[in-house]
């Protein structure tokens, strides 16, 4: 990739087309084709076959975004996330699992996407004042209409995505809290009305996949712990930083299309957006649309599921093992911080093991656009970590 000055918008494996095309479904992509009639095709292919990660109805497709498509504007931590992940999708010599799509969204293609999917509220998530918010909501709205894996573009995949769900981690347990036990299944609230504003040719895509089963559930979502502390009145949390003791991330995050979380992260924001009008600027993006607003998303469906969760009994922290995966509303997986967030080193690490543990799906590196120097934003970090206040304080630039 280093020699190109532009990467492909997607890439597909040749014999997915092939297959439709023998299927009687033919997707006949050209240079013109846009990003939309390109993902549709992979759906297809992913329904027709039942290409999911396993034990998951999670179709095998990587989305990723950046602001350029010229690769000689990258970081090094940039390429080298991207490669691994086109490594998967041409199913290399060294991957041990299959082939998969892949697509990367430029602002035009994020664009379309939400005229196209999500036109009621495309005037809304315009009036986001930050580029990082739309972004946000763009890995929320994509995962949502097609499904798929989102991960940032400086998050290294460690292990092929199809074995991210281990037979472990679908097993039943045990809430401490109230002795309730977790189990997979089918949520009780599943939908499977089509969307009132799609395509017609997505609709046909929809309408043909098979239906979830109740006499063999399956993961429907996969979302991984950043955060892992102590739960209230402990301080530890919000001294670090974080909105929740145990917090979700949003850098990477996989569900199947129409998942009851994408639904209600998307409502609640909808709903924030137009109750704060006109305050928009003064409330910090991670509380809006980023991990904090995931974080909620997903409590919110998982105490309807189980309303006698506690939401703290995810913690994996003063695990020696590193905890395991854990369902929660029925059949989205929780991973420990391990998870997705390996290798943190000793200073904070809130039981993060190495890269090599057997938990590790996946390494970030925290090289977004976002982390520009702010002098508040620093202050109220210092004041935060070393004197205990300053915790309203926003924790990224505005």
């Known amino acids: ?85 086109l490594e998967f999708a041409k199913g290399e010599a060294d991957i041990d699992g299959p082939e998969m799509a892949w697509f990367l969204w430029d602002d035009d293609g994020i664009d379309m996407l939400t005229k196209s999917f999500a036109a009621d509220i495309y005037e809304d998530v315009q009036r986001l004042p930050y580029p990082v918010e739309k972004a946000d909501v763009f890995r929320v709205l994509v995962v949502k209409w097609f499904g798929g894996i989102y991960a940032d573009v400086d998050a290294t995949p460690l292990k092929h995505p199809f074995g991210w769900v281990l ?112 305050n928009l600027l003064a409330i910090d993006p991670l509380d809006i649309t980023g991990p904090p607003a995931l974080t909620r998303a997903i409590q919110a469906v998982a105490h309807r599921e189980n309303p006698s969760l506690s939401w703290d009994s995810l913690s994996a922290n003063g695990d020696p093992i590193g905890g395991r995966g854990k369902i929660v509303a029925g059949d989205a997986l929780v991973l420990p911080i391990t998870g997705f967030n390996p290798g943190r080193g000793w200073f904070q690490n809130m039981g993060s093991k190495s890269i090599e543990h057997p938990n590790a799906r996946l390494w970030h590196a925290a090289a977004g656009s976002w982390r520009k120097m702010d002098l508040k934003v620093q202050v109220g970090k210092l004041c935060r970590s070393t004197l205990g206040f300053c915790r309203g304080w926003r924790k990224i630039p505005g």
């Open 1 to 85: 990739m280093a020699r190109k000055r532009r990467t492909d918008r997607w890439q597909i494996p040749p014999y997915w087309l092939d297959r439709l095309t023998a299927n009687g479904t033919p997707c006949r992509l050209t240079s013109d084709s846009t990003i939309l009639e390109a993902v549709e095709c992979a759906l297809a292919f992913t329904i027709l076959e039942q290409a999911y990660l396993q034990h998951a109805r999670i179709p095998l497709i990587t989305h990723q975004t950046w602001r350029s498509l010229n690769t000689e504007s990258w970081s090094d931590a940039i390429r080298a996330g991207v490669e691994r992940w």
């Open 167 to 278: 037979d472990s981690d679908i097993t039943p347990w045990t809430d401490a809290s109230s002795s309730t036990e977790m189990t997979l299944h089918m949520p009780s609230s599943h939908e499977t009305a089509l969307p009132g504003n799609a395509t017609s040719t997505y609709e046909a895509l929809l309408a043909s996949a098979d239906l979830p089963s109740r006499s063999k559930p399956s993961v429907h979502a996969i979302f991984g712990i950043e955060a892992d502390n102590p739960p209230e009145p402990d301080p530890t949390y919000w001294r670090m930083g974080y909105s929740h003791p145990v917090q979700v991330t949003n850098w990477a995050l996989a569900m199947a299309p129409h998942h009851a979380v994408a639904d209600q992260f998307l409502n609640t924001l909808i709903e924030d957006i137009r109750q704060n009008s006109g």
